[in-house]
Every structure is written in structure tokens, then in C-alpha cells.
């Protein structure tokens, strides 16, 4: 016997493709996402930084914690994809969240909480592309997010190497608390020890 939700179900597949099903489940989980990370009350102002942190799946999660500019370089191969998520969390509540990605690294399917992300191009010795979440103290949240795809870049000047950079910063309302993180980054087809983070 057919029920109500295998209708529904039918209904819905056979009038949506694929992508625009894609879209709605996003669409859906960001609207969750935004209940579950705005703030009870007003914004609260201490003297604690936010918790920053930088995901590449699969490779590792960098926090705002670490000097990674000094502990080794992020191996990436031309071509391949590789998913990241960024997010800020402050109990107080959050102002900003910013990542900035160097060219050689193309940003694909940007998708932020809330979802507000303003994107544009500048120049810190080479051009990167940056993406920025506003918070407004009237409307406070305790965590902001962004994830996307990246893609090194498969042209690499002399067929050697490329070295590129990926900078994520935030703040809270307390102008002192600023937070980031910076990691180093060589696209190449041959890494001297595999791909991925390998310390010096």
C-alpha cells in the first residue's frame, strides 16, 4: 500500500532535478544552522577571543591558536578538490569572520551562516579573493560559518612549484579581540613528502 510520505516523496522527486533538490537541502540545513547560532539576549563584551578555526577535510582542522608560519607548509595537488569550512564561536557573540584565499586556489560553492557573505578582490602581493561576514550587535550570533570547495590552480610558473597563502581572521565586539590564522600553502605536482600538512 502506498503511503502519504512516498507520495510526497515521488511528488517532489519527479518534479525537481537533482541539483534543485541540492539546493533546498541546503537551503534547509542553513536555516537550522541560523536558529541554532543566534544568541539569547544582548551581546555580552569580555576580554576572551573568539575560538577561530580552518578545516580542510580530510588533511586536518588549523586553530587560531597556532603560528602555523612557522611550523610547516600545506601540500596541495593542481587540480584536486578539497572542501573547507571556517567558523568563528564567541558566547558573547560574534562581529566578523573573514577568509581570504590566495588566486592561485579557486573558491567554488561558497555557502555561509548566516548568510550574508560579501565577496570581493584585493591586492596583498598577489590578488586573493576575500569573504567576509558582518554581524549586527542588534541581531547577535555566537557563531558565524563559511565552507566552500577549493581548487589549486593546475598552471604552476616553471613547473616547479607555487607558493600561495590562506588567511582567516574574526573579532567580537571588544575591538582588542581579533583573531586569525595563516596557512602557508605549495601547490605542486611533486610534493617532497606527499600531500598534505608536513611540519619542517
Request: positive net charge.
Amino acid at each position: 500500500m502506498t503511503t502519504t510520505s512516498s507520495l510526497f516523496k515521488n511528488l517532489i522527486t519527479k518534479s525537481m532535478n537533482t541539483k534543485q533538490l541540492s539546493k533546498i537541502t541546503c537551503a534547509i540545513m542553513l536555516l537550522f544552522s541560523m536558529i541554532a547560532c543566534k544568541k539569547e539576549g544582548p551581546v555580552t563584551i569580555d576580554n576572551i577571543k573568539p575560538n577561530l578555526t580552518f578545516e580542510i577535510s580530510g588533511i586536518r582542522t588549523f586553530n587560531s591558536d597556532t603560528d602555523y608560519t612557522s611550523l610547516g607548509n600545506l601540500y596541495l595537488e593542481p587540480g584536486k578538490n578539497y572542501n573547507f569550512n571556517a567558523a568563528i564561536n564567541d558566547t558573547g557573540g560574534v562581529k566578523r569572520l573573514q577568509v581570504s584565499i590566495d588566486t592561485f586556489l579557486r573558491v567554488s560553492n561558497v555557502i555561509s551562516v548566516p548568510n550574508n557573505t560579501a565577496s570581493y578582490a584585493y591586492v596583498l602581493g598577489l590578488i586573493h579573493r576575500v569573504y567576509t561576514i558582518n554581524g549586527m550587535e542588534s541581531d547577535p550570533f555566537t557563531r558565524f560559518a563559511l565552507s566552500g570547495k577549493i581548487v589549486p590552480n593546475t598552471y604552476i610558473p616553471n613547473q616547479q612549484e607555487k607558493a600561495a597563502f590562506i588567511y582567516c581572521n574574526g573579532d567580537d565586539y571588544n575591538q582588542s579581540n581579533t583573531t586569525r590564522i595563516i596557512i602557508p600553502c605549495i601547490i605542486t605536482n611533486q610534493p617532497p613528502n606527499g600531500y598534505g600538512w608536513k611540519r619542517f
